[in-house]
């Protein structure tokens, strides 16, 4: 039987490189990167109210943001994100905000042009790293900024696509940075450039960098910004990479879209390799146990095992599915049940399967396309029309708790929530709401 725990142990926690059994009550805490401590999307908050009032959890406050759909990272206190003022702005902002009052305690303009045929979705798309004394973003345009947590400082930049040949897909750069040690690692996209691709600004500069300075995974000092190695030529979109431990090593797990890959973290050499061409992953990695790892491209779910330590191939694929694709929303596993929320063009469907077979054990309607997280036994989920609902998933189906509707919900939705003890924070398009779900 396949079964997940809070915090799944074969998982480092990127941001302090630590196993994590060690991971320390502050940081449990916090929620420092994407996807929260672990990057699993599960929160170690208990005491959750088991419903919520007819008006919704209580606001705590309420302000206006901007546009795009950078998740909120928090640290001692301190709210971290980034948006966009308007679709007609050709800037984006970085933001430290007081996690108790919504206020302000810094604001940094970059500026951050958009394709006149792209304003849609301007972004920016990437969500935070908060790190030591450091706050890493990650641009629509995939400009790298490392900001003094503190003062907002800019201590060091890299535009990865005029540097480094990064390549920055239609709806812009959406790979979130993960760190390592000493350093910051960032997914980076192609060296090589298809003519079928759309011949944007971006794609003449990234096309234009010398072969021998373009790389597709890059590692930097946090602190001086430096380069400490770049590797590889594949093309990744929208991605985002786990740190795992296999065979005693730390290993950077990326799904690039000639499949999944293990890399070493230290020096960015190629550890393994499954090859699944020509299918686009979005959602990020998730290891359900120690030797267990499902993976999702749009069109297909697959849950992998992994070899026993020394035995190749690394990884074997126990099922797939066509029934799983994933689109944008990472899922979440509890007890013995997937919970998955499809949406692009397989539609609007919440699914519930069997993580040891793969097959669907149920379905719910009525939800759009949601972004999920975790804590004890309840799901929290945003959809992507501002619907927050609180639910409990299980093998007999998924219960509905108590759900509220954004006031003032100002267009399609992407931002995953963020959950700190017992406070939400919830960003639509022009606003952020922090509620209390204690």
């Known amino acids: ?112 042009p958009l394709p006149d045929d792209e304003r849609q979705f301007p972004g920016p798309h990437a969500t935070p790293l908060v790190c030591g004394e450091y706050v890493f973003t990650v641009g629509r345009n995939a400009v790298l900024r490392c900001w003094d947590k503190h003062s907002g400082r ?16 239609v709806w812009g750069y959406a790979s979130s940075p993960i760190a390592y040690g000493d350093t910051v690692i960032v997914l980076v996209g192609a060296q090589k450039y298809d003519s079928r691709e759309r011949a944007d600004e971006s794609l003449a500069v990234a096309a234009a960098v010398p072969m021998e300075k373009r790389a597709s995974l890059l590692a930097f000092s946090q ?50 390799e499954y090859p699944i061409p020509g299918e686009a992953h979005v959602m990020t990695p998730l290891m359900v146990d120690r030797d267990t790892l499902f993976c999702a491209s749009t069109r297909t779910g697959r849950l992998f095992k992994f070899a026993p330590q020394g035995q190749v191939p690394t990884l074997e694929k126990l099922w797939e599915s066509k029934k799983l694709g994933v689109h944008v929303s990472t899922p979440v596993l509890y007890e013995d049940v997937f919970v998955i929320s499809k949406g692009g063009e397989q539609g609007s469907l919440l699914v519930g399967a069997d993580p040891e077979t793969g097959k669907r054990i149920w379905t719910h309607r009525g939800l759009a396309e949601a972004k999920m997280i975790h804590a004890g036994d309840k799901t929290i989920m945003l959809d992507e029309r501002g619907r927050l609902v609180m639910a409990e998933a299980t093998i007999q189906g998924l219960t509905i708790l108590s759900q509220w509707q954004l006031p003032e919900w100002s267009g399609e939705i992407h931002c995953v929530p963020t959950l700190v003890d017992k406070t939400l924070y919830v960003r639509d398009r022009t606003q952020l709401i922090a509620l209390d779900l204690g």
């Open 1 to 112: 039987m396949i079964r997940v725990h809070s915090l799944g142990i074969s998982v480092l926690v990127g941001t302090c490189l630590v196993a994590l059994p060690a991971v320390t009550a502050a940081t449990q805490a916090d929620w420092p990167q994407w996807g929260g401590p672990a990057r699993n999307f599960v929160a170690e908050s208990t005491g959750l109210a088991h419903a919520w009032p007819e008006d919704g959890p209580p606001r705590l406050w309420t302000r206006q943001l901007g546009d795009g759909f950078a998740s909120v990272v928090v640290d001692s206190g301190v709210l971290y994100t980034m948006y966009r003022k308007d679709k007609s702005e050709d800037h984006e902002y970085a933001i430290a905000l007081d996690a108790a009052t919504g206020k302000t305690i810094w604001e940094q303009k970059a500026p951050s």
């Open 154 to 169: 800019l201590h060091w930049q890299h535009d990865l696509v005029a540097e480094f040949g990064a390549f920055v897909p």
């Open 223 to 272: 602190s001086s910004g430096s380069v400490v190695w770049k590797q590889h030529n594949l093309r990744t979109k929208y991605t985002s990479p786990i740190l795992i431990q296999r065979d005693g090593k730390d290993q950077l797990l990326i799904t690039p879209l000639r499949g999944i890959m293990g890399i070493d973290p230290v020096g960015g050499d190629l550890l393994w």
